[in-house]
């Protein structure tokens, strides 16, 4: 590992509640002959990037799976704590409950699991090696552009987002990017201030879009399935 990475004590948590609602047990649904948590912890290890891998969790089934693929898990949340908290609040919470102090928290959600240790490395390295103190993971939008999107009314009525951008060659339009849940950084002294990622000058780090694909429902299951399929074949 790069000795400027070496010198920093870097915290990584996976937040993982047990409610989801969308896809129940979300987070240790099997995918791909694997509880889907289990892909993020064992990306975080082989990343090879921290000093303590913590499963965040208000559920001991949850739990149970995390410390089965090498996970700490050293304490249970409130189940409360999810109704009104934001992930960021999560974070902050759980990272102030240990008894050790570490220079970076990153947050590895649970539903991105095709992200990999590479991915993981690269980006700490970044943040790392350009001093940053907030960096966001993203990817770049692609034949989606989202300079084209319109709303629709009850009757189907259709008005643009971008007035002026729906008349232009897409070639001529900047490139637009969307946060992703792969990987999150801070400095945890900055984090503490800041209660949130997307603090002063935080910056946005792109990862390729096929890795960075965040599971929220049944047709994003669906989507990573075929995206991780293709990514092996290669």
Known sequence: MDNMVKEKKILAIIPARGGSKRIPKKNIIPFKGKPMIAWTIEAAIKSKCFD?????????????????????????RDKNSDDFSTVSDVIVNEKNRLDDHYDIIVMLMANCPIRDEFDIKKSIYKFVDNNRTFQIS???????????????DSLGKASPVFNKAILSRSQDLNDLYCPTGAIWIAKNQELDKAKTFYGPDFVMEPIDWKKAVDIDDYEDFEFAEVVFDFLKKK
């Open 138 to 152: 993203c990817f770049k939008y692609g034949w989606m552009n989202p300079w084209w999107a319109h709303k629709i």
């Open 52 to 76: 303590k891998v913590l499963v965040s969790t208000d559920d001991e089934h949850i739990a149970e799976v995390g410390k089965k693929y090498g996970a700490d898990v050293p304490f249970l």
